[in-house]
């Protein structure tokens, strides 16, 4: 098999010589840790606090309807910011962007394990929301811009792919065991020796990322899919909570809709978009992030409904039900390293169409789960394991997709997209299945009740994976590549 070949590329300011296709080179080695660490740890936070909140709640004297908000505030700084921040990163520069929201981050954990009230504590917790959208996107966009179109670059987004769902899953198991071991606070303080050491190596061993020409920013494209990104994120949130009719969802719904409609209108009429509608024309681009918005909404999800499941049908502790995730979390990683060699050997449409019916069927196997313990683990552990697999296959195609083919000027709107898909859909996931959830019980909460819940809301998850399945094979035509490391 030939190599891809990558010729020099228009628009940046900081090519890199020493990425040669096939050749990881020592600095290059330096420049992927620091950076997957980063992401690794960005991950973890999304779920690090899930299974602590009663315990936060007891601590710091949160009301229940209340408690909601520790993960919302989060969620939607973090999905909300980030198309804006990461254009941001384009005129500041990517590493700056980079390093100061993980200081950022360092300091809002340390916040929020010091935290003495729910002010205090919410407060922090929008600031990691914060440095979340502005770290993903920046990170993101060094890693594509420092590693060439080809091998190298599949290889470092499988690697990245695979320790960012790998993260999500440890963040469960993590937060079960320092709430219960030592105290719910860890949870937050575990980011603050990880910050500093990402942001004393990052400056040396990172080079400086950022289009030759510096674009305007547009700021009414900016304020507008900002504003409707916060109202939907917080629709959903609240269609989670209270369900689809309730008037905060439809508000927030409906305003977000409106204002990402006017977005798209401002887009065609200024000099300078803060999203070109040619770029979010490419085929790549657009469908891409569409099935990237279906993978993260899938498989975050399933985490949500099979807690449930382990703790309200089963009976397991927090930690126990953490614990079982860790065979998830070794399928995305398994997943994450066999990617490349997917694509490398077939093509971008491979692992797309394959991992997603992997990971329909996969998810399909759960709707038998019963209420017994043994045979009930015997076919939740294989089959979230294979799930993981297909899941991180479609993942890694999707950021593969999503970025090929444009030049490093277009990579820091590309990552943004691709970002915000992928906060997006964390973010929509649970609310859209604890809305199933809570139609299917119709507010019973007895064990075969929630059993009930989750058993209908797997068969929707299930349905959504075969849906982004049919939308790759109907709508992306990518040619054949080959490749060797």
């Known amino acids: 098999m030939s190599a891809i070949k990558t010729g020099p590329r228009s628009g940046t300011s900081s090519p890199a010589p020493d990425a040669r296709p096939g050749h990881l080179t020592g600095r290059l080695k330096l420049v992927l840790a620091v950076l997957l660490v980063a992401q690794f740890m960005l991950a973890v936070d999304f779920s690090i606090l899930n299974v602590a909140l009663p315990a936060i709640g007891d601590g710091l004297g949160f009301s229940l309807s209340d408690l909601q908000w520790i993960a919302t505030a989060f969620a939607l700084t973090a999905a909300g910011f980030t198309l804006f921040l990461g254009r941001i990163g384009d005129l500041a520069g990517r590493k700056k962007m980079f390093i100061g929201s993980i200081a950022l981050l360092g300091l809002s954990s340390l916040a929020g394990g010091l935290a003495t009230s729910p002010g205090v504590l919410l407060a922090a917790r929008v600031a990691q929301g914060l440095a979340t959208a502005a770290a993903t996107p920046a990170g993101l966009s060094l890693l594509t811009t420092a590693f060439p179109e080809g091998p190298l670059r599949q290889k470092a987004l499988g690697v990245n792919g695979a320790l960012m769902s790998a993260g999500f899953t440890t963040g469960a198991i993590l937060g079960g065991a320092l709430t219960d071991l030592l105290s719910w606070r860890w949870a937050f303080f575990i980011n603050v020796p990880v910050a ?26 900016a304020l507008t899919v900002t504003a409707g990104l916060l109202a939907f994120v917080y629709g959903l949130t609240q269609a989670g909570e209270h369900g689809w009719t309730s008037a905060h969802a439809v508000t927030g719904l409906v305003a977000g809709l409106a204002l990402l409609a006017a977005f798209f209108l401002i887009e065609r009429k200024v000099a300078q978009p803060l999203v070109p509608l040619k770029t979010l024309g490419r085929r790549n681009v657009a469908w891409g992030n569409v099935l990237g918005l279906l993978a993260f909404v899938t498989e975050t999800s399933l985490v949500y409904l099979l807690t449930l499941y382990l703790q309200d049908t089963l009976g397991f502790s927090p930690l126990a039900a953490g614990v079982t995730f860790g065979v998830l979390g070794a399928g995305t990683v398994v997943g994450g390293l066999l990617a490349p060699r997917v694509i490398a050997r077939t093509s971008l449409l491979t692992p797309l169409v394959a991992g997603g019916l992997l990971q329909t069927a996969a998810t399909a196997a759960l709707l038998f789960l019963g209420t017994s313990t043994g045979p009930a683990l015997a076919l939740l552990l294989p089959a979230t394991f294979l799930g993981g ?70 068969a929707v998850n299930s349905a959504l994976v075969l849906i982004g399945v049919l939308l790759a094979a109907a709508f992306l035509r990518t040619p054949r590549q080959r490749a060797r490391a």
């Open 389 to 458: 697999i297909g899941n991180m296959l479609v993942i890694v195609g999707f950021m593969v997709t999503a970025t090929g083919g444009l030049p490093d000027a277009e990579q820091g709107l590309a990552t943004g997209l691709a970002s915000m898909s992928q906060q997006v859909g964390i973010t929509m996931g649970t609310p859209i299945m604890s809305a199933v959830v809570t139609a299917s019980t119709a507010g019973a909460t007895s064990a075969s009740a929630i059993h009930h819940g989750v058993t209908a809301a797997i």
């Open 196 to 221: 500093l050491a990402v942001v004393a190596i990052a400056p040396a061993v990172i080079k400086e990322s950022k289009p030759a020409e510096r674009p305007r920013l547009d700021v009414p494209g």
